[in-house]
């Protein structure tokens, strides 16, 4: 079992930065890649950035260059830093982690955090 804890949301006009923090715990020494999705108003819930264990990251096209995920050394916690934010960036952000258990994986999710981005 993995509990993830997000933080870090709020209010920031166009052009600002946030960072969001996901801290895992539980069994974290099994998770094989922490990410974020987000989710807006009406709007599927999308990929924003996932980086595994070995130190890979991904991004969906819409952020690369503008949002940067990362960890500290002990792999935990995970951050988001978003920059030059956007009001379509407006959403609720949820950390994610895959535990991965032999050929057996399971995603974990947090509660959300929500950022929204506007003057």
């Known amino acids: 079992q993995v509990q993830l804890v997000e933080s870090g949301g709020g209010l920031v006009q166009p052009g600002g930065s946030l960072r969001l923090s996901c801290a895992a715990s539980g069994s974290i020494f099994s998770i094989a890649a922490m990410g974020w999705y987000r989710q807006a108003p009406g709007k599927e819930r999308e990929l924003v950035a996932t980086i595994t264990s070995g130190g890979s990251t991904n991004y969906a096209d819409s952020m690369e260059g503008r949002f940067t995920i990362s960890r500290d050394n002990g792999k935990n916690p995970v951050y988001l830093q978003m920059n030059r934010l956007k009001p379509e960036d407006t959403a609720v952000y949820y950390c994610?982690?895959?535990?991965?258990?032999?050929?057996?994986?399971?995603?974990?999710w947090g509660q959300g955090t929500q950022v929204t981005v506007s003057s």
């Open positions: 994610y982690a895959v535990e991965a258990i032999g050929y057996t994986q399971r995603t974990y």
